[in-house]
């Protein structure tokens, strides 16, 4: 299915076969396709690049879709290798995470840093934590073959 070309988000670098790669979702999913792209939020004279989750409902391109900055989609990837190496070790705490020290790293961006901590506000944490490193382990052969691809294209971009 090819991405609009037509709406506020302008493609110009697009993946129109991700439903076929979409996770767990493979080969059903509403996420027909990703793109690379002019924001749909640009101003005259000011040009921002959006990432964004082309979603079809099976009649229409849905309102769902997701558009995003590339370094929200950056920051995004840095908390789940943060997350991800906290849940490496998680098993040491009753709990999965210390709740006297919830903060799992402070990540330095542009002067200050990124807070990844354990959500303690979520009155019902101790069982959410739970389901969530389930569903990380469940996940497991997926995130690492997207983390080894990454990776392999860090390593050739020089990082």
Same mark, same amino acid.
């Given at each position: 299915?090819?991405?609009?070309?037509?709406?506020?988000?302008?493609?110009?670098?697009?993946?129109?076969?991700?439903?076929?790669?979409?996770?767990?979702?493979?080969?059903?999913?509403?996420?027909? /396709?990703?793109?690379?792209?002019? %924001?749909?939020?640009? #101003?005259?004279? &000011?040009?921002?690049?959006?990432? !964004?989750?082309?979603?079809?409902?099976?009649?229409?391109?849905?309102?769902?879709?997701?558009?995003?900055?590339?370094?929200?989609?950056?920051?995004?990837?840095?908390?789940?290798?943060?997350?991800?190496?906290?849940?490496?070790?998680?098993?040491?705490?009753?709990?999965l995470y210390d709740p006297q020290n919830p903060v799992i790293?402070?990540?330095?961006?542009? /002067?200050?840093?990124?807070?990844? %901590?354990?959500?303690? #506000?979520?009155? &019902?944490?101790?069982?959410?934590? !739970?389901?969530?490193?389930?569903?990380?382990?469940?996940?497991?052969?997926?995130?690492?073959?997207?983390?080894?691809?990454?990776?392999?294209?860090?390593?050739?971009?020089?990082?």
């Amino acid at each position: 299915m090819k991405i609009p070309t037509t709406l506020k988000h302008k493609p110009v670098i697009v993946s129109e076969n991700y439903e076929q790669v979409d996770g767990r979702m493979a080969n059903q999913s509403d996420a027909k /396709g990703l793109s690379l792209g002019l %924001a749909q939020w640009n #101003d005259r004279g &000011k040009v921002d690049i959006s990432a !964004k989750v082309w979603r079809y409902t099976g009649e229409k391109w849905s309102r769902q879709s997701e558009e995003l900055p590339l370094h929200r989609v950056l920051d995004l990837a840095i908390l789940i290798c943060r997350t991800l190496e906290h849940f490496r070790e998680a098993y040491k705490y009753e709990n999965l995470y210390d709740p006297q020290n919830p903060v799992i790293d402070r990540v330095g961006l542009q /002067g200050d840093a990124m807070t990844v %901590a354990v959500c303690t #506000d979520n009155e &019902k944490i101790n069982d959410d934590i !739970k389901l969530f490193s389930q569903a990380l382990s469940d996940d497991g052969e997926l995130i690492g073959e997207r983390l080894s691809a990454l990776a392999r294209a860090l390593k050739e971009m020089g990082y």
